[in-house]
């Protein structure tokens, strides 16, 4: 009796953290859905993108590669390379979970977002099933009825507008990056060591985009690595970090 | 137009995979420093590469729409943070550019 009332109180307040992870999500999401249609793939390829992969940056740096013809393979390295860094946050996420159950765990890392652990890492404690669940369904109901919304909206908008949506990509990685800059200085030079040697590769090279990014995004954050001082900052994240939502 | 569902379906499993694993192996929290650091520099040097040269080829007729477009989007995140505002600028001001081309 009591477990369930614990549980049931845990959900709600998940599923708070949830709505708010929700509409930050949301218009990230529709910028995800038209630029899908712009590229040409079908609604069911957008909403099954949003469904089973759950992830920002990476969805839409996936469907920008698709576009510029890579094949199956460099997709998913590029994609798996800009994924990396969740292995530092499911590392200090699965510490801090309750349970330990396999099912559990291995449903609870398919949502566990960069917005998504932001929220869970600021929790006293451990961190409960019933929490998790709250505001993981939440924040992918958020990014899947977005993409959705953005797709069908797609249809309706003006062609002159529906052409400069082509900017809201790098509009997005622009922003993100200024947030990353701001919290560390230091990194647009890796920033900027990445953009010259995939321009340099691209415009000069016989690599194929998929290959070319792979290369120049590994090589900058090794000479990251090497040059900046180790004190930087590790874990935080902000890959689409909406922070005003979700410190109320 | 053909569906897309193999590259969808990889890319699912790109992402899934670096976040279960660390679930079911626990060493992976006790990474050394520096792959630690690489791990952590490795999202912004995606978003160089992301950003370049695309950003430049997207609007090959009219590059300097997109070069605006992106330093709008960047000077609004600077100074009023969030995404979705300098994503809707960076929008319009591209839109004004493209209309003057």
Known sequence: MQQGYDNRRQFIEGAKAGVSIFIGYFPAAIAFGLICRNTGLLFADAFLFSVTNFAGASQFFAVNLMASGAIAAEVAVGVFLVNLRYLLMSASLSQRLETQHPLTKALVAFGNTDEVFSVASTREGKVSTAFMTGIEVFSWAGWVSGTVTGFLVGSILPPGIQQSVGITLYAMFAALLVEEIRKEVRYIIIAATAGLLNSFFVIYTELSTGSSFVISMTAAAFIGTVILPDSIRELETSELTMEETYHD | ?101
């Open chain 2, 1 to 101: 137009m053909i569906s897309k569902l193999p590259f969808i379906l990889l890319s699912a499993l790109a992402t899934y995979i670096p976040r279960a694993v660390p679930f079911f192996m626990s060493w992976l929290s006790r990474l050394p420093a520096p792959i630690k650091k690489f791990l952590a520099v490795m999202p912004v040097a995606a978003l160089g590469s992301l950003l370049f040269p695309s950003v430049l080829l997207e609007f090959s007729h009219a590059p300097a729409a997109g070069i605006i477009g992106v330093i709008a989007a960047a000077v609004v995140a600077w100074f009023r943070g969030g995404l979705i505002l300098s994503i809707l600028a960076s929008i319009v001001v591209t839109y004004f550019v493209l209309m003057a081309y």
